[in-house]
């Protein structure tokens, strides 16, 4: 049985960083991609980043490029999300999702999410 | 990376169907058949419904139906049921290896 949990979210002030984590189980990790999704509060999903299996390949949303870093650890079986300069509009729920194989860009498995809240 | 165009809301009464349509670009929606489409119910994880434009996962309703025509790809739910009342959400792979969301419909059930 998948099973995503997300950790690492509170509340950060502008310009802070924060780093989340997702601890995968369930499958085996290293075959595939994961995917950072966000959700502002009453808002619509919006993507965030993802990385290959093998951590070699990273693609960005715009809107955090730069800024966001994505990576994994495949011997611990957990994909992290570096958050810096953090903004008011980051302010969201941070869904870990994997990537369903052989589809791009489908997502079969999500997290519970981790809330991301930026204020000063 | 301007979301794709979806309806804010649609609604209808059990037993009706219904259909909410997700509009992008020859750089997304148009350009490859990995068009997906999830369900968000009130505090909950989306769930997938749809994947590759008409594929349906394991476990999910036969009453869930996608399929696409150029730049818009379209999810018809037939026979509508009371918990289906969520947010539906579609996502399609972009030219740049990126994921692009629509906006979301939020579906009423009268």
């Known amino acids: 049985q998948v099973q995503l949990v997300e950790s690492g979210g509170g509340v950060v002030q502008p310009g802070r960083s924060l780093r989340l984590s997702c601890a995968a189980s369930g499958f085996t990790f290293n075959t595939i991609g994961m995917h950072w999704v966000r959700q502002a509060p009453g808002k619509g999903l919006e993507w965030v980043a993802i990385v290959w299996f093998d951590g070699n390949n990273k693609f960005y949303a715009d809107s955090v490029k730069g800024r966001f870093t994505v990576s994994r650890d495949n011997s611990r079986n957990t994909l992290y999300l570096q958050m810096n300069s953090l903004r008011d509009e980051d302010t969201a729920i941070y869904y870990c999702?994997?990537?369903?194989?052989?589809?791009?860009?489908?997502?079969?498995?999500w997290g519970q999410g981790t809330l991301v809240t930026v204020s000063s | 990376q301007s979301a794709l165009t979806q309806p804010a809301s649609v609604s209808g009464s059990p037993g009706q169907s219904i259909t909410i349509s997700c509009t992008g670009t020859?750089?997304?929606?148009?350009?490859?058949?990995?068009v997906s489409w999830y369900q968000q119910h009130p505090g909950a994880a989306p769930q997938p419904l749809i994947y590759d434009v008409v594929t349906r996962p394991s476990g999910v309703s036969n009453r869930f139906s996608a399929s696409k025509s150029g730049n818009t790809a379209s999810l018809t739910i037939s026979g509508l049921q009371p918990e289906d009342e969520a947010d539906y959400y579609c996502s399609s792979y972009t030219s740049e290896n990126t994921v692009i969301f629509g906006g979301g419909t939020k579906l009423t059930v009268l």
């Open positions: 999702a994997r990537q369903r194989s052989m589809a791009p860009g489908a997502i079969d498995s």
């Open positions: 020859s750089s997304d929606v148009g350009g490859y058949n990995y």
